[in-house]
């Protein structure tokens, strides 16, 4: 009875909203209409991205698959975005498939006098560490390529209810009063709105770009964090475990109190990224000799460790080569466990869950190398 009564109760907002603000019944292309302008930044020799924007633009976002682009009551096609799922991987799909078409925008428009950047991107920028650096935060260095960010008056992010999103902004002099949460600004409508491309994902295949970080993001990331935040610490060796996840109980390792006394008893000291500033973060991975932990959104932190730092992934069979490619990328020492993965939880990439065990011998043997 209450589903059936929440389904009602969301139909006749869905009516009332689409009663205040008309339907989206078209999609436009970007050179259609004058007031969009779009404009290719060349970032490196085969990657270009386009900035665009749009006067008096309007924005709707469901906070996970879709985001709705729109001058007046038209979507505009390639800043909009509509994610979805086929055979465990992700693809942006046809505009037409965009949420606003059957649900409207059931949200209160908030209307923003000034320039307003978008940095949304799919529901992983919400709370995921790895994606608001390599996905959310080098929008940043698109948009400056053809607009000063000390002209944008309003920053709005995905989300910025974890520690480390506004750690990373306070670094990067993006002051308070000018970000905006897609949590409270769902539904906006800017005297000029700006949207980049996806900084990740340049072919259109989201589940196949992910895998490749583009160098200029890395490179972005370094000149803008690594030479503030830099101490002379000892060296250290760290294991990253995984106990602040949201995915603990669905990615594991079944003999991990094993695997990380054995570490202890090398010197290791056992992490737990979640509870470090983003400053200390980026210290630890800098000075650090050696880094073990299981795949997983704490190994973002390799692009500011230093050349020939040695890099264990311990991994199933079944995860995809990012960080792999990252360390490479990077100059560092990576030398994985790969291992057949256990029972597959339920969950949108189950071909990222699973439990593993570790054999100690087989790091051992890696340690002693």
Known sequence: MGKFLQKIFKIIS??????????IEKSIES??????KAKIANIETNLKYNIYKIASGRLYTDRVHDTAVMLENKIIEGPSFQLRYNNLHIYNSKIKENIVFTKGTPR?????????LSLLTGGAGNNNYWHWLYD????LALCSKE???????????PSLLKKYQN?????????????????????????????TDHPVVVSGKPSNDIQNIPGWIMLWLKSNFLDKNIKKNKKNKIYINRKDSKHATERLINNENEVEKFLLGNNFISVSLADIKFTDQIDLFYNAECIVGLHGA???????????TKVVELRSIDAGPVIENLARTNDLNYQPIIVESGEIQKYNYPNQQGSIQIPISSLNKILEN
């Open 108 to 116: 209160v428009l908030k209307k923003l006098n000034g320039k307003v």
């Open 167 to 195: 750690e990373t902004l306070d670094c990067l002099n993006i002051t308070k009063n000018k970000r905006l949460s897609s949590e409270k600004f769902r539904h906006i409508k800017a005297k000029e709105l700006i949207v």
């Open 136 to 139: 959310v935060l080098p929008r």
């Open 298 to 308: 704490g190994f973002a932190n390799l692009v500011f460790c230093k050349s020939g």
């Open 147 to 157: 607009i000063s960010l000390k002209t944008i008056d309003y920053f709005l992010f």
């Open 31 to 36: 050179n259609m209409d004058s007031r969009i």
């Open 14 to 23: 869905y009516l009332i909203f689409s009663k205040i603000y008309g339907r």
